[in-house]
């Protein structure tokens, strides 16, 4: 499967519109995006049950931010080195002065991750459509999912939003998946340690794929 180039207008328009959110909102939930902290680490905690426990693996995050996950990584016990990488270059700016460079946290602009980790994950990145045709979204979904699975040697875990949200409250701007078809697509390529989660109180869905 192809990936997508970073030269992409779609990762070029993903890039502008989440570098106007942090210049607009600072590193707050609203800056990339989420209503607010209590759902921003509603969304954190689903990433969990990936790491099942293992406070001294590797995580890579795609699309990181400005790093909150790390914060949420660290006072959850875990330890392990952190790789962020996010194609807007002001939000690893931001993650870097929030958090710092270290032997345990390292920040890249970038698409397409040339570190591999124990887990990898992917949190909102899906989610602004905008303007692009839907096929075309969907085919930067999929190619950025099989992205996801060759960074994550021992599984990776992205969100997404649902398509069993309440019709009127979704928007024209914004992706909505099929949580069926998304778990029949990773079932398919990646083997069957697969879990949907969609009963923690949002209108999306976490994927969870494990490496068995």
């Known amino acids: ?3 997508v180039s970073t030269e992409s207008p779609i990762l070029s328009s993903v890039a502008a519109y989440y570098t106007s959110k942090v210049q607009l909102h600072g590193a707050t939930p609203r800056g990339v995006d989420w209503n607010g902290a209590p759902s921003h680490d509603l969304r954190h905690q689903q990433f969990l049950r990936l790491l099942d426990g293992s406070a001294e693996s590797s995580v890579l995050d795609l699309g990181c ?4 996950f790390l914060r949420f990584l660290r006072h959850a016990g875990h330890r392990g080195p952190f790789i962020g990488y996010d194609i807007a270059p002001a939000m690893i700016e931001e993650a870097r002065r929030i958090h710092g460079d270290g032997a ?5 602009v970038g698409a397409e991750p040339h570190d591999v980790a124990d887990f990898a994950v992917a949190s909102g990145i ?3 459509k905008g303007d692009v045709l839907q096929e075309n979204w969907e ?7 099989e992205t996801l699975a060759r960074a994550g040697r021992g599984g990776f875990a992205f969100n997404v939003l649902s398509l069993s949200s ?6 024209p701007n914004l992706y909505y998946a099929d949580p069926g078809a998304m778990l029949s697509h990773c079932l398919r390529h990646y083997g ?5 989660l969609q009963d923690y109180g949002l209108y999306e869905f976490t ?5 068995i």
Not at 65 to 68: E, M, N
């Open 126 to 128: 899906f989610n602004v």
């Open 207 to 211: 994927m969870i794929v494990r490496r």
């Open 192 to 196: 069957r340690a697969v879990a949907l």
């Open 166 to 171: 309440d019709p009127e409250r979704r928007s």
């Open 104 to 108: 345990d946290r390292q920040w890249r």
């Open 1 to 3: 499967m192809t990936t």
């Open 65 to 68: 931010g400005y790093g909150d």
């Open 139 to 145: 085919r930067y979904v999929y190619e950025t999912i």
